[in-house]
């Protein structure tokens, strides 16, 4: 079955960018599923960051769209998140996960990854 | 402050039954669906309840959702030890462009 792990620095520093990388396993990025990016602070709980598809579409946060960039590596099987200027409120658990072929549900989550803004 | 509105706990007895609400607006649950997820202490969230109503494979028919204009329902009943969690609605919204959670509802089972 398709999983997907997050890998990535567990600390950047204040004014950084922080990047995190999704494998998929099992199944193909070039499915007709969107790849997501979900962060989760104790503060605001469960924030969706944006998606991607393989053809190239994308949607994200408008809070947050300045600072961000999704993209896939087709040839690794793996997408991407670089989140620019980083503080210590962008402190959270990333978790990778898939939208289902219908972009309403997620179907399927990484374990998360714990990434702290720190110097 | 979440724009989906969600209580910030709830308990009941083993075996009983427990509502969690959803509150939200007509650009958000009022026109799109709303789905479910629960998050176990320590795990990632997984999905529970979809298309407002539908369970994915393998989720057990104690759980379902409902949705009546701009609000949405989990209900679980036979509630048992292993589902004390987290319960996180969540849907699109058409005003804001964006993928909405609520702020998450704390089950305790007693």
């Known amino acids: 079955q398709v999983q997907l792990q997050e890998s990535g620095p567990g600390v950047v520093k204040p004014s950084g960018t922080l990047s995190l990388t999704c494998a998929v396993s099992?199944?193909?990025?070039?499915?007709?599923?969107?790849w997501s990016w979900v962060r989760q602070t104790p503060r605001k709980g469960l924030e969706w960051i944006g998606d991607v598809h393989h053809i190239g579409n994308s949607y994200y946060n408008m809070s947050l769209r300045s600072r961000v960039t999704i993209f896939l590596d087709k040839s690794k099987n793996q997408f991407s998140l670089d989140l620019r200027s980083v503080t210590a409120a962008d402190t959270a658990v990333y978790y990778c996960a898939r939208l289902d072929g219908s972009y309403v549900s997620f179907d399927l989550w990484g374990q998360g990854i714990l990434v702290t803004v720190s110097s | 402050q979440s724009v989906l509105t969600q209580p910030p706990s709830v308990s009941a007895a083993p075996g009983q039954k427990v509502t969690i609400s959803c509150s939200g607006s007509?650009?958000?649950?009022?026109?799109?669906?709303v789905s479910w997820y629960q998050q176990l202490p320590g795990n990632a969230p997984k999905l529970l309840i979809y298309d407002n109503n539908k369970r994915p494979s393998g989720i057990p028919d104690r759980f379902s959702g409902s949705k009546s204009g701009t609000s949405a329902t989990l209900a679980i009943t036979g509630l048992q030890t292993g589902d004390e969690g987290d319960y996180y609605c969540e849907t699109w919204d058409n005003s804001l462009i964006s993928r909405l959670f609520g702020g998450g509802t704390k089950l305790t089972v007693l």
């Open positions: 007509s650009s958000s649950i009022g026109n799109n669906y």
């Open positions: 099992g199944g193909s990025i070039n499915s007709s599923n969107w």
